[in-house]
C-alpha cells in the first residue's frame, strides 16, 4: 500500500478598487491600483482588466522592517529607474510599462504567474514583486484543538485552482525560507545556483535564483541559503525568530520577506496542528481535504517540496506523493539551542505526524493566514 505523505512547513488575496491616479497611455478608462487596499510583496488579480502598484517602497513598507535585526536595508523607500518582466506564465500579463513611480500592465483570461522588478539607473536589481492572476482565492475559518481560529486561503499561494483533481494547477509555487521570491518547480529540479556568499541583499538582486545551500562546519545538518556559519544566521525574516508554537496573529509581525499579499502572513507553526488529528482529514484526488467548520472542506494539493539537505539529490518531499507547507517559525529548541538553520515543518502519514525543523534552502508552497484585525 502506497503511503501518503503528509507534511507541513509553515504555514492570499486584497484587490484594490480605487483606480490609479492618471489614465496610462493606451489603457482605456483607469487602471486598478493594487497597491492601494496595502502594500504587498504579491499582489491578488482574479478579472481581466489594466491595473498599476506602487513601485517606491518595497514589501509591506516601514512597518515590515525590524530595526537593529540584520535586514539587507533600514528604509522600504527605493527610487528605481527602470523596469523588467522577469516571469510570465502562460502571457498572464503584457503591455508592461513603467512611469517612473509605477508599473501599469493587462491581466487577460489566461491564469498564471508573473514576477516584475524595478532597477536603478546602473541596472541594480532593487526589488520585485508578484502578479498572482488565478480567480479570486476565497477565505476558509477554522477552529483548532487550542482554541484559536485561524482563516487561511483556499489554495497555496500561486495555485490556479484550489480544486481537488486539478493536478499541477493546485501546487503553487515554492519559496525558500525567509525569502519572498516564488519559483516554479521545474526550474527548480534542474539545479540551484551557488554563490560564494548568498546575503540578504544577494537575494533582492537575483530573484529568479533559488540558492543552492552551505553546511556550517559546526553544525551538522544544518544548510542554509544564506549563511556559511551559524553566528551570522537570521531568525527574522519571516516576523517569527522565536519559535512561537501557539503565536497569537496579533502579535506578528509581518516583514518585508513576506511573500503573502496585503492582509496575509506566512503562518506560524500552531494554524495547522490539527492536521495531526485523523477526524479532520479526507483523502482527495491529488491531496487531502482538511475538514474546517459547518461542512466546510479545504483542499491541500500534493504539491511536495525540493529537497535541499545534505543529500542534494534525495526528494524528501516528493512532488505528487506528498504535501508540504513553510511555516514562519525557526527550528529553535527543537534540536540545538539556537535552531541551528532549520525552520518548522510539519510531516507524517495519515496514521503517523509529527513537527519536524527542515532545512532553510529547501524549497516548499506556502499557505498563507489571514492577519489579526
Known amino acids: 500500500m502506497k503511503k501518503i505523505i503528509i507534511a507541513i512547513v509553515s504555514v492570499a488575496l486584497v484587490l484594490g478598487l480605487a483606480s490609479c491616479s492618471k489614465k496610462h497611455a493606451g489603457y482605456v478608462g483607469s487602471a486598478v491600483n493594487l497597491s492601494d487596499k496595502g502594500l504587498a510583496n504579491c499582489y491578488v488579480v482574479s478579472a481581466p482588466g489594466y491595473y498599476c502598484f506602487d513601485v517606491t517602497v518595497i514589501g509591506n513598507g516601514q512597518d515590515g522592517i525590524i530595526p537593529g535585526v540584520g535586514f539587507h536595508t533600514e528604509t522600504a523607500a527605493i527610487n528605481p529607474a527602470s523596469a523588467k518582466i522577469l516571469l510570465n506564465q502562460n502571457d498572464a500579463i503584457s503591455d508592461v510599462t513603467f512611469d517612473g513611480s509605477k508599473i501599469y500592465f493587462r491581466a487577460g483570461e489566461a491564469l498564471g504567474n508573473a514576477q516584475v522588478a524595478v532597477y536603478d539607473a546602473d541596472g541594480e536589481a532593487l526589488w520585485s514583486w508578484h502578479i498572482w492572476r488565478t480567480d479570486a482565492p476565497a477565505d476558509v475559518t477554522y477552529t483548532n484543538r487550542d482554541e484559536l481560529t485561524w482563516t487561511v486561503l483556499d489554495r497555496n499561494l500561486g495555485a490556479l485552482s484550489a480544486k ?26 534542474k539545479g540551484m545556483y551557488l554563490n560564494k556568499e548568498n546575503t540578504l541583499g544577494y537575494a533582492v538582486q537575483y530573484p529568479r535564483r533559488a540558492l543552492k545551500p552551505v553546511a556550517w562546519k559546526d553544525v551538522y545538518d544544518a544548510f542554509d541559503w544564506y549563511v556559511i556559519h551559524k553566528d551570522n544566521t537570521n531568525h527574522y525574516l519571516w516576523g517569527n525568530p522565536d519559535f512561537a508554537y501557539c503565536h497569537p496573529l496579533k502579535e506578528m509581525v509581518k516583514t518585508i520577506y513576506d511573500p503573502c499579499p496585503a492582509g496575509y502572513v506566512v503562518a506560524p507553526s500552531n494554524a495547522f496542528i490539527d492536521f495531526e488529528c485523523p477526524e479532520r482529514l479526507e483523502a482527495a484526488d491529488g491531496g487531502f481535504y482538511f475538514k474546517a467548520s459547518d461542512g466546510v472542506k479545504c483542499f491541500f494539493p500534493f504539491a511536495g517540496g525540493i529537497y535541499t539537505g545534505p543529500k542534494l539529490d534525495r526528494p ?58
Do not use: H
Open 316 to 373: 524528501e518531499m516528493p512532488v505528487g506523493e506528498s504535501c508540504a507547507l513553510w511555516n514562519s517559525a525557526t527550528a529553535r529548541y527543537i534540536y540545538w539551542d539556537d535552531g541551528g538553520s532549520r525552520s518548522v515543518v510539519y510531516k507524517g502519514t495519515l496514521e503517523s505526524r509529527n513537527y519536524y525543523g527542515d532545512t532553510r534552502a529547501c524549497c516548499y508552497p506556502v499557505r498563507c493566514v489571514r492577519m489579526a484585525e
Open 164 to 189: 481537488a483533481g486539478d493536478g499541477k494547477k493546485t501546487y503553487g509555487l515554492y519559496y525558500q525560507w525567509g525569502r519572498k521570491d516564488p519559483f516554479p518547480a521545474e526550474p527548480l529540479a
